[in-house]
């Protein structure tokens, strides 16, 4: 059975610090990875996919993969209020680049207070 | 530019009768997904589909779900029998498939079961 797991929050942190969410995965074979974010009541929204080990960053965004570790993370830099949302951690279950399904983990509560 | 389009966005049923959920990939997009949301639950995966072909339904309840995709037209998730248990958000996504294992999705329908 493959997992995904998150802190379930809340997570509260002052508006222009930085946010730190974090994810681990049970499948070592997985490949995609990625984070969507996810306001109450409505869709959840791409924010960033990462497929290698390392640092990816886009704007106030950075995802981090580590593959060794199993784990994923998604930095968030000078929070705002905007940010305020459950953030999603997925795992593609497709190998060698073929489709599948996303896993999700439950998600983390992020508030961010003025 | 449209993104994954769902109908009918909100969609009250009383037990017994049939729900039928449609979603529109977007543009360009050939990979469907459909994925349940229950209150206050995680995003579940429920059934992948092509056109005219169904690639993974082992997230689908094996009764009363089903899942088609057509050569022309939308994508269609059909309950029979509908209950109270079935309340939740259906969620769809898209992929491009060749190249991109990305899905976007789109905004859901809420499903009420009364």
């Known amino acids: 059975q493959k997992e995904v797991e998150q802190n379930s929050g809340p997570l509260s942190v002052p508006e222009g610090a930085i946010a730190s969410l974090n994810c681990t995965y049970s499948d070592r074979g997985s490949q995609s990875f990625f984070w969507y974010r996810q306001y109450s009541g409505k869709s959840p929204e791409l924010i960033m996919f990462i497929y290698s080990n390392g640092d990816k960053e886009d704007g106030r965004f950075t995802a981090q993969l580590n593959k060794a570790s199993q784990y994923v993370s998604l930095l968030i830099r000078d929070s705002q209020p905007s940010d305020s949302a459950t953030y999603l951690c997925?795992?593609?279950?497709?190998?060698?680049?073929?489709?599948?399904?996303?896993?999700f983990g439950k998600g983390t509560k992020l508030s961010v207070k003025p | 530019n449209a993104g994954v389009m769902q109908n009918p966005r909100h969609l009250v049923r009383r037990r017994g009768q049939e729900a039928r959920l449609r979603c529109s990939p977007m543009k360009g997009h050939s990979h469907v997904y459909w994925y349940r949301q229950l209150p206050e639950e995680g995003l579940k995966f429920m059934v992948y589909l092509q056109k005219e072909n169904i690639i993974d339904e082992s997230g689908m309840p094996k009764e009363r779900f089903s899942a088609e995709f057509p050569k022309e037209g939308p994508s269609i998730l059909r309950i029979q029998q509908v209950v109270r248990g079935d309340s939740a958000a259906y969620f769809c996504?898209?992929?491009?498939?060749?190249?991109?294992?990305?899905?976007?999705f789109g905004p859901g329908t809420r499903l009420t079961v009364l």
């Open positions: 996504a898209s992929s491009r498939g060749t190249g991109s294992d990305t899905q976007y």
């Open positions: 997925a795992v593609n279950s497709g190998y060698g680049g073929s489709q599948g399904n996303l896993i």
